[in-house]
Structure formats: C-alpha cells, structure tokens
C-alpha cells in the first residue's frame, strides 16, 4: 500500500502548474504529429478532450479517495498524470509512459517526497491494469474506478451520439449506440469495488436508463420491429418527375419548367421527399452495422 500521507503535499497553485503542464505536453503531442496521432481521425480525441476527461478523472477519483480514505494527494496528482502520453504512445504502453513522464516532471519541481512521487508513479502505471481491484492499492483502485466511471452515464452517452454524427448515422441508431453505453455501464459496476464508486456508477446508469425511455417515447422507429426501409424505384424515373406531381424543383430546377395553377392546387397536399431533403449522405451504406465502441 506504501506510505500514506495524510497532510496535503500539493498546494493549490502547485496543483495548478502541473496541470499547466500537462495540457501543454498534450498539445505538443498532438502537434508534433503529422497524421494527427492516435485515434485523432475523430475530433474528440483531441488535446482539449483528453484533458477535459482529466479533468473529470480528478473529480471523481478525488471524490473517491475521499470517502474510501486513500491518500487524496496521491490519488489527485495521478489522475492528473494518467493520460499523458496518451495523444503520444500506443494504447498498450501509455500507462508506463505517462508514469515516466510524471516521475521526471516530479522529481524536477518542487521538492515533494520520494515516497509520495513513488506512489504517485506506480498508480499511473497500474491504471490500464485490467485485474481484479483488490490486487492494487487503494489509491490506484480510486484511479481506476474513476478512469472507467468517466465513460458511462451522460458523459458517456454525449460521446457515443457525438460519434453518431461524425459518421453521418442516423438518430434512428441512436436507441442501438445507447444500449452500448448501458452495456458498458454494467460491466463497470460489475467490476469496481468500493461503495463509493458503486454508487456513483448507480446514478449514472439510472440516467442513461431515463435517456434510453425518453429518445423511444419520442421516436417511433426506434422501437418498431421491423423497420422500414425505402430506396428509389427505378421504374419511377418515367413516371414521377418534379413537373408532372406539381412541386417546385430545387436550386437546380429550370427557371422556364412552369406548371399550371390548377396542377398546383391539385396537389397542394402532396408531399415528396426528394433527394435534396434527405439528412442522409448519399455515399453511407445505411445497412452496415452500427460502430458502438466507445474508445478511452
């Protein structure tokens, strides 16, 4: 469990310095590569967004740490450090990376304990341990807790519907991509420990349950069996055009295609969805599945 310490090490505007540093050094991973790094192909994996999941990491580690009594400093600085390397290393070694990184920018400001930095270090490289809970110290057990309750709930929800947009999907998926987020939901309380985090994870799915209940409620298709599916008829072509049904035709329509006043008032009430009203892109294979993964 190593050495607990009870009085604060970290002053407010230290605190702050080293969050400094740490956006800085995500915004230099990001720019020092020129196909934008890993995973950055989606927006959100960004400099901003990863600290801002630090951000939230920190909150609820903090939070955590408090009520289970871990060593809240220890707890707080790592949370700061977990994803450093993120934007930087693969997946698989990013936790030892960051952990290198801390120990470097530790060691070499201030004048903090080696037992304090030790531990501060081992936390962020035990953070992708994918083990049972029990088999860590408390203050990477908090961290760890924190790190995957950050991905359900609202927040989490906001980031798969996010995805869905950036994919061009349909909202019609969008009772399909929460679902995930719900599954994700219960295998993370299935696996964090503490009545702290336990809880915590509780409300958050109740939420995303709420959500789910709310987007069917409102969009029929959502919960209809079988849904239907329409494509172009090719014998339609000779049969329907904008002229001939009395709609007006786009931006591209020809100024001289006029119809009469009694096609338009014998149509009035017709409606025709064209191809220019559609919201879906016309290159997207709609019956590919859904992507529902939810990237860290």
Known sequence: MGVKIKESAISDAEFERMQQFVYDYLAASVEAEDDGGRMRWYPWHSAEYRFNHIQNVIEIATTIADREGAAVDVVRVSALFHDISKLEADQEVHAEEGARVAREYLQTHGDLPQSFIDEVCQSVADHSYQGPLTDVSLETQSLIEADILDKIGA??????????????????????????????????????????????????????????????????????????????????????????????????????????????????????????????????????????????
Do not use: C
């Open 155 to 296: 927040n989490g929800t906001a980031l798969i519907l996010l995805r869905m947009g950036y994919e061009s999907r349909s909202h019609t998926d969008a009772a399909e991509m929460v679902d995930r987020v719900l599954e994700r939901g219960r295998s993370a309380k299935d696996r964090i420990a503490s009545d702290t985090a336990e809880s915590i994870a509780h409300q958050r799915l109740k939420r995303v349950k709420w959500f789910r209940e709310w987007l069917e409620s409102e969009v029929p298709a959502m919960s209809t069996a079988e849904k239907l599916t329409f494509t172009p008829d090719p014998e339609a072509d000779d049969r329907i055009t904008h002229s001939n049904i009395g709609v007006t035709a786009g931006t591209n329509a020809d100024p001289d295609d006029s119809h009469t006043d009694s096609d338009s008032d014998s149509n009035s009430d017709t409606e025709i969805k064209t191809d220019t009203d559609t919201d879906t892109d016309s290159n997207i294979n709609t019956n590919s599945p859904v992507d529902t993964h939810i990237t860290d």
